[in-house]
């Protein structure tokens, strides 16, 4: 069956994680058909001097979302589609629906792979992924497969509308989770955005901390406002 939309996402990025929340809300009001699919800000990063470009600690949280990832490509290889669904949405709660003084995503990451395979009813041997290389060609395949539709500049998610053959976009990137009624007006929004073929983008790299307990910012509340460059704190800008 082909799906409504194709979502690629890393476990570690925040927007990616409430634009999925976002996503999941139209889905269930529209019974639209969503294929999760991976992209990995390490490997989209790999020429890219971590210690000059980011902040402490991005190399390692960047990583730890590859490791996921190879988790993720484990299931959908053992269990299908249908189970990278489940496992994301359970990676996203233990990752990013934990209040901010929880361990850094590296220094519990086998603990965190452990809780959302048993939230997803997988098997805990799935998680031996997490060191095994060998899933990253095909994870840089999807890399490579988003950044064919968008270009080279953009970040996670990206979204492709009626694929194949449908428009692909960076985002839409948003930092508090809508309402239902919301949700869908949003969607009609930027689906109408995508059926215009000479459209290219709307951008400002200014946004508020993510309506998230893993950012203490909480429900209801509007995060500070930060400048994120090329859809991350960088401390220098790289163009890829």
Known sequence: MTPDLRFWFD????????TSKWVRQVAA?????????????????????????????????????????RVAASVRAGHGPGAVA??????????FEVGPQAPPVPERIEALVEAALT?????????????????????QEETDE??????????????????????????????????????????????????????????RSLRERPQLPSFGVPAGAAGIT???HGGSRRTKEERG
């Open 11 to 18: 476990p570690v990025c925040p927007f990616a994680w409430l």
């Open 86 to 95: 489940a496992l994301y949405e359970a990676y996203g709660q233990q990752v």
């Open 226 to 228: 930060e400048d994120w």
């Open 119 to 139: 939230a997803a009813s997988l098997p805990a041997v799935t998680g031996t992924a997490l060191g095994d290389t060998s899933w990253d060609a095909q994870i």
């Open 29 to 69: 009001q529209r019974d639209y058909e969503v294929e999760w699919r991976f992209i990995s800000l390490r490997l989209l990063n790999k020429d890219v001097d971590y210690d000059a470009h980011f902040p402490a600690g991005y190399d390692a949280g960047h990583t730890a979302g590859l490791q996921l990832l």
């Open 146 to 203: 988003a950044l064919a539709l968008t270009g080279k500049d953009v970040g996670t998610p990206i979204l492709q509308f009626r694929p194949p053959t449908g428009v692909a976009f960076f985002g839409p990137v948003i930092s508090r989770l809508p309402s239902d009624e919301q949700a869908l007006e949003l969607w009609d929004h930027v689906v109408g955005l995508a059926g215009f073929p000479g459209f290219a983008e709307l951008k």
